[in-house]
């Protein structure tokens, strides 16, 4: 009774607005969804970095991507986010193409700090730690020159991307 009024069509016309800009989400990150699952940016167990979120990738569903993070929190990531921003796949490289990932931390030493001996320290410390790969070798770089300190970089082949954190912990 009543779908005739000028009332009735005034709602009906507000609840289909509703409905399609409530589902206008739901429908891009379905097609969001789709998109990833064909460029396979990623796949389950791998160790990603995306909107300032990583972890290992837990499930990709239709609408969203669920990540645990190192510290076993689960994060729900719509599909559209992952399609719309960079995602670091730090396990590909090594499952694709069998090249592992490199991974570098900076260090800084003062002016009076030899050269020589901070590159053999960094390079001793590299060698001590079991994830970080000794072929190829690790290097230094000089990266730059601050106030009082030289930036070192040591750069370092892995095929343990997920240790990422304790490799880090451990040589520093």
Do not use: W
């Not at 160790?47 to 837990?58: C, L, M, P, Q, T």
């Not at 000089?142 to 240790?163: D, G, I, Q």
């Amino acid at each position: 009774p009543g779908f005739g009024s000028p009332a009735f069509k005034g709602i009906s016309v507000f609840l289909g607005v509703l409905l399609s800009i409530g589902s206008s989400a739901a429908i891009a990150n379905t097609v969001a969804g789709v998109i990833l699952i064909y460029t396979r940016a990623f796949q389950i167990g791998d160790r990603i970095s995306v909107a300032n979120i990583e972890g290992d990738v837990e499930s990709k569903l239709l609408l969203v991507t669920r990540i645990r993070t190192p510290y076993n929190i689960i994060v729900t990531v719509p599909n559209a986010l992952l399609l719309s921003t960079q995602i670091f796949n730090y396990s590909a490289s090594l499952r694709d193409t069998k090249i592992p990932v490199i991974l570098s931390t900076k260090v800084h030493f003062r002016y009076d700090v030899n050269k020589k001996k901070v590159h053999e320290a960094l390079l001793a410390a590299a060698r001590l730690i079991p994830n970080i790969m000794q072929d190829p070798p690790p290097v230094v770089f000089h990266n730059s020159l601050e106030n009082s300190t030289v930036v070192y970089e040591l750069r370092f082949c892995t095929k343990s991307p997920s240790k990422k954190a304790a490799m880090f912990s451990e040589l520093h």
